[in-house]
């Protein structure tokens, strides 16, 4: 079965240091692999994804994403991190089959300190 | 461009007692979803609707059922709501292609007591 884990519940960095948020999953066949980022009180929004092609993905608000396939590992980044981008985070993999279902991490909590 | 739309979005609830919450989507979208998120648990896939006309259960069903409306509606009822139920619940729809990704609505929070 297909599932993502996010090993950290809560990720802090300094304003202006990068950001790495953690996530691998487990697949069988090619992993399409997303992030999506939750604002309190909101609703999910795209950050970016994988499907195929080049390892780096670059995404909105300047986050980007290394797919190593060898650790099974699709790690979250930012060269420098803003106290705006403060919020939870979400791993999610396409679930097997073509209905479009998405298995999610447990969230990261991001915090940004100035 | 509302994108999905989801109503209410708080309600309380007793013990027992029944609601519906509603859904509508304005991509042309074929594929809808209910999630609910719980602390520490992620989202986890209650129902989902493929196209019009047909739904199919997802991890957690038990308590639960839809009604894909046609193709820009999706609802979800509880029949006899209990406190497990308590949880803030996601619509969302998939976006054209393959590897379309989700939209998702603002959330309904809902409290059983």
């Known amino acids: 079965a297909q599932s993502v884990a996010q090993p950290e519940d809560q990720v802090n960095v300094a304003e202006g240091n990068p950001l790495t948020v953690k996530c691998t999953y487990s697949?069988?066949?090619?992993?399409?692999l997303f992030w999506y980022v939750q604002y309190p009180n909101r609703g999910l929004q795209f950050l970016l994804k994988?499907?195929?092609?080049?390892?780096l993905v670059k995404g909105s608000y300047g986050f980007e994403a290394e797919f190593n396939k060898s650790q099974t590992s699709f790690h979250l980044k930012k060269p420098s991190a803003l106290v705006s981008d403060s919020a939870l985070y979400f791993c999610a993999v396409r679930d097997s089959g073509n209905t479009g279902k998405l298995i999610f991490g447990q969230g990261t909590t991001l915090q940004v300190k100035p | 461009n509302a994108g999905v739309t989801q109503t209410p979005k708080f309600q309380v609830l007793k013990t027992g007692q029944s609601m519906t919450l509603q859904c509508a989507q304005d991509m042309n979208h074929n594929s809808m979803y209910w999630y609910r998120q719980d602390p520490g648990m992620g989202l986890r896939l209650i129902y989902y609707?493929?196209?019009?006309?047909?739904?199919d259960k997802g991890e957690v069903p038990n308590g639960y059922n839809v009604s894909r409306l046609n193709k820009r509606e999706f609802s979800l009822r509880l029949e006899s709501a209990a406190p497990s139920q308590t949880s803030v619940y996601f619509c969302?729809?998939?976006?054209?292609?393959?590897?379309?990704?989700?939209?998702f609505g603002e959330g309904s929070r809902l409290t059983v007591l």
């Open positions: 609707s493929a196209s019009e006309g047909t739904t």
């Open positions: 697949v069988s066949g090619n992993p399409y």
């Open positions: 969302a729809s998939k976006g054209t292609g393959e590897t379309g990704e989700l939209f």
């Open positions: 994988y499907i195929t092609g080049d390892n």
